[in-house]
């Protein structure tokens, strides 16, 4: 079985960073596209930023310029920097990643359990 583990969420001002981190682990053969989601009170899951295995990334237009996802291959883990924080990206933020079992070629999607992300003075 295999985990993603998030942390670095909290509580932070308008126009403040916070550092978000998902560490995989478990039966792991090779990661492939790792994420970020967030879903805010009476919103649908959207995505907020991707990242491949070879480091091509994508980013929800809301985010652009101030949000920056990242991954260490060697630790399986993923980061997301977020910078000039607004209102309006309070959510719960989840990690994602698409993965490959020890043993096995099926492609298989986890997710984390979320991390709360508040902005608010």
């Known amino acids: 079985q295999v985990q993603l583990v998030e942390s670095g969420g909290g509580l932070v001002q308008p126009g403040g960073s916070l550092r978000l981190s998902c560490a995989a682990s478990g039966s792991i053969f090779s990661i492939y596209t790792m994420g970020w989601y967030r879903q805010a009170p009476g919103k649908q899951r959207e995505l907020v930023a991707a990242v491949t295995s070879a480091g091509s990334t994508n980013y929800a237009d809301s985010v652009k310029g101030r949000f920056t996802i990242s991954r260490d291959n060697a630790k399986n883990t993923v980061y997301l920097q977020m910078n000039s924080l607004k209102p309006e990206d309070t959510a719960v933020y989840y990690c994602?990643?698409?993965?490959?079992?020890?043993?096995?070629?099926?492609?298989?999607?986890?997710w984390g359990q979320g991390t709360q992300v508040t902005v608010s003075s």
């Open positions: 994602n990643a698409d993965l490959k079992h020890s043993g096995s070629l099926r492609l298989v999607n986890y």
